[in-house]
T-cell receptor
């Protein structure tokens, strides 16, 4: 599976937008970009996924670079409940396996 | 929708005993479920892929005779840790993909995890 690189940690103020970056320079044409997050002592939670076009859902937006070598998860208005470890994961079409990296630990400052 | 449950949420057992953990998809069917293990302050490690009606596929380094997986129906997979030892103490998490995920990329839904402590 192609590898992703994320910052170890980020901080953001409550009620402000958060942009979480992910680099995936070796992504292949059929790899989907997935984002999951994990709150303390819980299982991961699906956030969003996409292939080429930007995606929006009720939780977040996913902005995918034109060359697909990077993507950004956007939380439009951070709340304290968004404090979690965010994982950016690639998976090939037809392959359901997810390989978790170390993710980005997001801290929200009240 | 798309809820996955695990039972028990936590368990303490003595060294040498076996423990069974259940993973259920409550409102969808899943032909494939996954089992992960997570040690403190580490990321999730995939242990095995569980397919309904067939044998599980284990990741390299995971002992299939120690971690028995059964996927008897489209909504239930079980993980049995046999002859548990203190080093098996960990957070065990399952996940499942709805059968309709298909060509749109796969969304996986995770259970809340089971914390196993072996004394």
């Amino acid at each position: 599976d192609a590898k992703t690189t994320q910052p170890n940690s980020m901080e953001s103020n409550e009620e402000e937008p958060v942009h979480l970056p992910c680099n995936h320079s070796t992504i292949s044409g059929t790899d989907y970009i997935h984002w999951y997050r994990q709150l303390p002592s819980q299982g991961p939670e699906y956030v969003i996924h996409g292939l080429t076009s930007n995606v929006n859902n009720r939780m977040a937006s996913l902005a995918i670079a034109e060359d697909r070598k990077s993507s950004t998860l956007i939380l439009h208005r951070a709340t304290l409940r968004d404090a979690a470890v965010y994982y950016c994961i690639l998976s090939a079409f037809g392959n359901e396996k997810l390989t978790f990296g170390t993710g980005t630990r997001l801290t929200i400052i009240p | 929708g798309a809820v996955v449950s695990q039972h028990p949420s936590w368990v303490i057992c003595k060294s040498g005993t076996s423990v069974k953990i259940e993973c259920r998809s409550l409102d969808f069917q899943a032909t494939t479920m996954f089992w992960y293990r997570q040690f403190p302050k580490q990321s999730l490690m995939l242990m095995a892929t569980s397919n309904e009606g067939s044998k599980a596929t284990y990741e390299q380094g995971v002992e299939k005779d120690k971690f028995l997986i059964n996927h008897a129906s489209l909504t239930l997979s079980t993980l049995t840790v046999t002859s548990a030892h203190p080093e098996d103490s960990s957070f065990y998490i399952c996940s499942a993909s709805p059968v309709t995920s298909g060509s749109q990329g796969y969304e996986q839904y995770f259970g809340p995890g089971t914390r196993l402590t072996v004394t």
